[in-house]
């Protein structure tokens, strides 16, 4: 009876089973039905986020890259650090910048989110324009210091001679100019080249022509967006600055020749990004005083100081051949003591206003800016005001072929003036720089042996009749062209124009502080006009692969697979034996290495292919084969790669 029933008990079952088969194929369907009806992640409801960027010291991180999650959707932060983008209320945002640590941010159906970005200490993986290319700065072998554009707009300056001071070891820059947008003078790493020395006796025009002699001999060359920058560093804009890499010994500039004796610095400016337009505004206005005038007597000092003259005289005793003058004994009775220096001297203002709008799509970038530059100095006809105006375009035609467009076009207006400082400690304290009627006294020495001395404030109140001053134009631009030929293989055109021209004129007028004289043929005049252009040409040729992620330390070489791979090479070798060359070439650590089959084999076929092309150009019939360097040095470079590289 048990053998029966455990037999039928699959018949029983099977009505259950077929119950539960159509069952679960019911629940599948309709599982898959949902999956199908359901709405794709992307097409969730998108809410707006708004957002703020800032270090760790509480400053806005510019141009940070704000990315949601698992989508292409991107945007950058603008120059206040702000951000606004559309992603999903679960969404998760990647925020990077250079120099700082990327941050995962969760948005939670947040709209409204504060990010803090941490300093990264990773700044051997940072990447800086080397020559012709970039590299990263720990493969960089020469000199190289690298300042971004957020350091030096920290200083609002005129120019970026001064906002580099302080800012890169072994760059020497002194302020050698008090006019306004006066640039400076950069060493790096002193100075280089020997010129005639200026002394007492070299006359002025030979003496300011040594000096620019000795600037272009020791100033480094500047190169901007690739191409050689012939202008001043006043033409260009420091809002426009992305970063600067300073190369400063002689690996770092030697593809620049001659010209980069000086040290080479390399402006790279800022072009156009990833996303919706953002229009940014930047401006600030400052003013300025002289540090301290010089000290002089006044009134009553000034006349102690005649009468003590007048006690020393040890010729004609209680004489003075400088004795007051009655305008001056008038002075001193009424208490007379003007200040020239106070008279003169003026607070000088500043002002820069910069708008800038940039955006694009993944195919085409591109950016415009302009701005407004003007400073005035403490001395009256001083002033330096700047009008630029750059653009840039850069656009993927296709995959493999990419070209770009930079324009800068610079208008600078410089008012030279004078320099009224000599002039101004010698004038008398006991006279009045005014009549009685309030007019201007223009001979306040008039009585003394400088009787011709006009008044200094006729550098105000004449000043048409003072005029120096220049006008430069200068338009800088590149175009370049990149072509992805094959895999790893880049041909990079660049073609640059800089034009300049620049015109200037003086005019000295009688009856002034700086010409005595009364007569009008005795004015001075001149006009000069420059032009100047340059044109570069560029064609470059760039194999670039990583044929590992991981370099191989040296202390893990083996000897016996090293003495291997010496063995091979010679024995595809009928030359002599150059052993000795590896001893005295490779470090001693190398020979404690250690290679694969592979690696030896890889080596030995790629030297076995290539040998006889460098033999052929070495031309061994017309030397002693005991001196095949070229074959020895090849040698030394396979075992170098083959120690860093794991080829296999």
Same mark, same amino acid.
């Given at each position: 009876?048990?053998?029966?029933? +455990?037999?039928?008990?699959?018949?029983?079952?099977?009505?259950?089973?077929?119950?539960?088969?159509?069952?679960?194929?019911?629940?599948?369907?309709?599982?898959?039905?949902?999956?199908?009806?359901?709405?794709?992640?992307?097409?969730?409801?998108?809410? &707006?986020?708004?957002?703020?960027?800032?270090?760790?010291?509480?400053?806005?991180?510019?141009?940070?890259?704000?990315?949601?999650?698992?989508?292409?959707?991107?945007?950058?932060?603008?120059?206040?650090?702000?951000?606004?983008?559309?992603?999903?209320?679960?969404?998760? %945002?990647?925020?990077?910048?250079?120099?700082?640590?990327?941050?995962?941010?969760?948005?939670?159906? &947040?709209? !409204?989110?504060?990010?803090?970005?941490?300093?990264?200490?990773?700044?051997?993986? @940072?990447?800086?324009?080397?020559?012709?290319?970039? @590299?990263? +700065?720990?493969?960089?072998?020469?000199?190289?210091?690298?300042?971004?554009?957020?350091?030096?707009?920290?200083?609002?300056?005129?120019?970026?001679?001064?906002?580099?001071?302080?800012?890169?070891?072994?760059?020497?820059?002194?302020?050698?100019?008090?006019?306004?947008?006066?640039?400076?003078?950069?060493?790096?790493?002193?100075?280089?080249?020997?010129?005639?020395?200026? *002394?007492?006796?070299?006359?002025?025009?030979?003496?300011?022509?040594?000096? =620019?002699?000795?600037?272009?001999?020791? =100033?480094?060359?500047?190169?901007?967006?690739?191409?050689?920058?012939?202008?001043?560093?006043?033409?260009?804009?420091?809002?426009?600055?992305?970063?600067?890499?300073?190369?400063?010994?002689?690996?770092?500039?030697?593809?620049?020749? !001659?010209?980069?004796?000086?040290?080479?610095?390399?402006?790279?400016?800022?072009?156009?990004?990833?996303? +919706?337009?953002?229009?940014?505004?930047?401006?600030?206005?400052?003013?300025?005083?002289?540090?301290?005038?010089?000290?002089?007597?006044?009134?009553?000092?000034?006349?102690?100081?005649?009468?003590?003259?007048?006690?020393?005289?040890?010729?004609?005793?209680?004489?003075?051949?400088?004795?007051?003058? !009655?305008?001056?004994?008038?002075?001193? =009775?009424?208490?007379?003591?003007?200040?020239?220096?106070?008279?003169?001297?003026?607070?000088?203002?500043?002002?820069?206003?910069?708008?800038?709008?940039?955006?694009?799509?993944?195919?085409?970038?591109?950016?415009?800016?302009?701005?407004?530059?003007?400073?005035?100095?403490?001395?009256?006809?001083?002033?330096?005001?700047?009008?630029?105006?750059?653009?840039?375009?850069?656009?993927?035609?296709?995959?493999?072929?990419?070209?770009?467009?930079?324009?800068?076009?610079?208008?600078?207006?410089?008012?030279?003036?004078?320099?009224?400082?000599?002039?101004?400690?010698?004038?008398?304290?006991?006279?009045?720089?005014?009549?009685?009627?309030? !007019?201007?006294?223009?001979?306040?020495?008039?009585?003394?042996?400088?009787?011709?001395?006009?008044?200094?404030?006729?550098?105000?109140?004449?000043?048409?009749?003072?005029?120096?001053?220049?006008?430069?134009?200068?338009?800088?631009?590149?175009?370049?062209?990149?072509?992805?030929?094959?895999?790893?293989?880049?041909?990079?055109?660049?073609?640059?124009?800089?034009?300049?021209?620049?015109?200037?004129?003086?005019?000295?007028?009688?009856?002034?502080?700086?010409?005595?004289?009364?007569?009008?043929? @005795?004015?001075?005049?001149?006009? *000069?006009?420059?032009?100047?252009?340059?044109?570069?040409?560029?064609?470059?040729?760039?194999?670039?692969?990583?044929?590992?992620?991981?370099?191989?330390?040296?202390?893990?070489?083996?000897?016996?697979?090293?003495?291997?791979?010496?063995?091979?090479?010679?024995?595809?070798?009928?030359? /002599?034996?150059?052993?000795?060359?590896?001893?005295?070439?490779?470090?001693?650590? %190398?020979?404690?290495?250690?290679?694969?089959?592979?690696?030896?084999?890889?080596?030995?076929?790629?030297?076995?292919?290539?040998? /006889?092309?460098?033999?052929?150009?070495?031309? /061994?019939?017309?030397?002693? &084969?005991?001196?095949?360097?070229?074959?020895?040095?090849?040698?030394?470079?396979?075992? &170098?790669?083959?120690?860093?590289?794991?080829?296999?």
């Amino acid at each position: 009876m048990t053998v029966s029933s +455990k037999q039928n008990a699959p018949k029983a079952s099977a009505p259950a089973v077929g119950g539960l088969l159509r069952k679960f194929l019911m629940v599948a369907w309709s599982a898959v039905a949902a999956f199908l009806i359901a709405p794709p992640l992307h097409a969730q409801t998108n809410i &707006r986020i708004k957002g703020h960027i800032t270090g760790t010291t509480g400053q806005p991180v510019t141009n940070a890259t704000v990315l949601v999650k698992g989508l292409k959707t991107g945007v950058s932060s603008d120059e206040s650090g702000n951000f606004e983008i559309l992603a999903p209320a679960n969404a998760t %945002l990647v925020i990077s910048s250079v120099n700082y640590t990327t941050s995962t941010i969760k948005v939670g159906g &947040r709209a !409204s989110i504060d990010v803090i970005l941490a300093v990264a200490n990773n700044s051997l993986d @940072q990447v800086v324009v080397v020559g012709y290319g970039s @590299q990263k +700065k720990r493969d960089v072998t020469g000199s190289v210091v690298s300042v971004t554009g957020a350091t030096l707009q920290e200083v609002p300056t005129a120019n970026l001679v001064t906002e580099l001071q302080g800012r890169a070891a072994g760059v020497d820059i002194v302020n050698n100019s008090a006019s306004p947008g006066g640039g400076g003078q950069i060493r790096i790493r002193g100075t280089r080249s020997l010129s005639a020395e200026v *002394t007492g006796n070299t006359p002025a025009t030979n003496a300011a022509l040594t000096a =620019a002699n000795d600037d272009a001999l020791n =100033a480094p060359l500047v190169v901007l967006d690739g191409i050689p920058f012939g202008g001043s560093i006043n033409d260009i804009n420091p809002d426009d600055v992305a970063s600067i890499d300073i190369l400063k010994d002689a690996s770092a500039t030697a593809i620049y020749g !001659s010209r980069g004796s000086g040290g080479v610095i390399i402006v790279t400016t800022k072009r156009g990004r990833v996303g +919706k337009p953002v229009m940014s505004y930047s401006g600030y206005f400052g003013v300025g005083n002289r540090n301290q005038e010089y000290k002089v007597f006044n009134g009553t000092e000034y006349a102690a100081l005649k009468a003590q003259a007048a006690l020393g005289n040890t010729i004609n005793p209680g004489t003075n051949a400088y004795a007051l003058t !009655s305008d001056e004994q008038a002075g001193l =009775a009424k208490g007379t003591s003007t200040d020239w220096q106070k008279l003169i001297y003026k607070q000088s203002n500043t002002t820069n206003q910069n708008i800038s709008l940039a955006g694009g799509t993944e195919m085409t970038q591109f950016s415009l800016s302009g701005s407004y530059f003007k400073q005035t100095g403490i001395i009256p006809g001083q002033d330096f005001t700047r009008y630029s105006l750059r653009g840039t375009i850069d656009h993927q035609i296709s995959s493999k072929l990419k070209i770009g467009l930079n324009m800068i076009n610079v208008l600078a207006n410089t008012n030279f003036g004078g320099n009224p400082v000599g002039g101004l400690v010698r004038m008398s304290p006991l006279v009045s720089a005014y009549n009685a009627d309030g !007019s201007v006294n223009k001979l306040p020495e008039s009585q003394s042996i400088d009787n011709t001395t006009v008044n200094p404030l006729s550098i105000i109140y004449d000043a048409a009749a003072i005029v120096n001053n220049a006008r430069r134009l200068r338009t800088f631009n590149s175009l370049y062209g990149e072509w992805q030929i094959v895999k790893y293989l880049k041909y990079r055109i660049n073609i640059g124009l800089d034009y300049s021209q620049t015109q200037s004129g003086t005019y000295s007028g009688p009856n002034t502080f700086y010409n005595g004289s009364v007569s009008l043929n @005795q004015a001075n005049e001149s006009v *000069t006009n420059a032009e100047a252009y340059t044109y570069t040409i560029e064609n470059l040729l760039t194999y670039d692969r990583i044929f590992a992620e991981k370099l191989i330390s040296v202390d893990q070489v083996k000897p016996p697979a090293f003495w291997i791979l010496i063995l091979l090479t010679e024995i595809s070798n009928p030359w /002599p034996f150059v052993f000795p060359a590896f001893t005295v070439v490779l470090p001693a650590p %190398l020979l404690a290495g250690k290679f694969s089959a592979n690696r030896i084999l890889f080596v030995f076929s790629v030297y076995t292919s290539i040998v /006889p092309v460098i033999r052929f150009f070495n031309n /061994p019939k017309s030397r002693p &084969r005991s001196s095949s360097v070229v074959d020895c040095h090849f040698r030394v470079l396979l075992a &170098r790669v083959c120690t860093r590289y794991p080829i296999f």
